[in-house]
């Protein structure tokens, strides 16, 4: 599981013209991209969502559990990507929408079990993310 996450001051998806979910903390949050591969696990996908929670990549060095920063969730199967051979990407270390759509809202679950504000994006969907990047500030997190 891997996610990319960015310390924003506004983020919000769209999907046919709607927003879905849609954070616009008072001063910082948190946009996670959140990408699935053949080896994840619910376990996996609650061990990464501590880390997110109590990551101190916010201002004065705190972390979203510190200050109760809003988290937007979407799913993001491009993260594992692999663009090693030619111009087009394989897609093949990426799970399945079978198993990656459970973990997705596992790990988003789990952020709100810490007591964290989650929005989501729609599994599958074709999105549209509209953000404010925060510094910027931009971190690959895996397990």
């Known amino acids: 599981m891997r996610v990319l996450v ?6 919000a998806v769209w999907v046919g013209g709607e927003v ?5 903390p008072d001063g910082q949050g948190l946009l996670a991209f959140v990408g699935v591969t053949h080896s994840d696990d619910a376990d996996t996908a609650r061990r990464l969502a501590e880390k997110i ?3 101190r990549i916010l201002g ?23 663009t090693a051979k030619g111009r087009r990407p394989s897609w093949n270390a990426a799970a399945p929408s079978a198993v990656a759509e459970p973990l997705v809202a596992a790990f988003a679950q789990a952020l709100q079990a810490l007591g964290a504000d989650v929005r989501t994006g729609v599994f599958g969907a ?13 971190v690959l997190v895996e397990l």
């Open 126 to 138: 074709n999105m549209q993310v509209e953000l404010v990047n925060d510094g910027p500030v931009t």
């Open 53 to 55: 929670w109590n990551l």
């Open 20 to 24: 879905v979910g849609a954070i616009r």
């Open 6 to 11: 960015q310390r924003v001051s506004s983020a």
């Open 60 to 82: 004065d060095e705190r972390s979203a559990a510190d200050v109760g920063a809003p988290i937007l969730v979407v799913s993001q199967f491009t993260l594992y990507a692999d």
